[in-house]
């Protein structure tokens, strides 16, 4: 018998075959429902603080990325205490940060990161 209760998660991919140091690295997302403001413009390879958006902080989610040979991907719990099972309007835009938490990897300016809702009311 199915269990009643899901757990939404989401599932992150990057097309970088240049590199294998993604094999491992932990990496935090973080899902808005207002794009947040950062205190720095610095860009990719920047460490990046958000300066405003806490009201419009939906969920975090920890993902444990694995290299194979066109890419990396990772599946990814929310994190504790997140709350990610929300019912979103109709046409309503979600935004989404991604930075590292056990290291730091270098991509090249052609890599694509995708995320994927594994669940969505």
Same mark, same amino acid.
């Given at each position: 018998?199915?269990?009643?209760?899901?757990?939404?998660?989401?599932?992150?991919?990057?097309?970088?075959?240049?590199?294998?140091?993604?094999?491992?690295?932990?990496?935090? *997302?973080?899902?808005? +429902?207002? =794009?947040?403001?950062?205190? !720095?413009?610095?860009?990719?390879?920047? /460490?990046?603080?958000?300066? $405003?958006?806490?009201?419009?902080?939906?969920?975090?989610?920890?993902?444990?990325?694995?290299?194979?040979?066109?890419?990396?991907?990772?599946?990814?719990?929310? *994190?504790?205490?997140? +709350?990610? =099972?929300?019912?979103?309007? !109709?046409?309503?835009?979600?935004?989404? /940060?991604?930075?590292?938490? $056990?290291?730091?990897?270098?991509?090249?300016?052609?890599?694509?990161?995708?995320?994927?809702?594994?669940?969505?009311?």
């Amino acid at each position: 018998m199915p269990s009643p209760f899901y757990e939404p998660a989401v599932r992150l991919s990057v097309n970088d075959t240049a590199t294998s140091s993604w094999n491992g690295v932990i990496v935090q *997302v973080d899902e808005w +429902s207002t =794009a947040p403001t950062f205190a !720095s413009s610095y860009g990719d390879r920047s /460490t990046f603080t958000p300066s $405003t958006g806490a009201a419009y902080h939906l969920a975090s989610f920890t993902c444990t990325m694995t290299q194979i040979g066109d890419g990396s991907f990772a599946e990814c719990p929310p *994190v504790v205490g997140t +709350s990610p =099972a929300i019912k979103l309007g !109709s046409g309503t835009s979600v935004y989404w /940060t991604l930075h590292t938490i $056990t290291a730091s990897a270098t991509t090249s300016g052609g890599d694509v990161w995708t995320l994927t809702a594994e669940l969505s009311n």
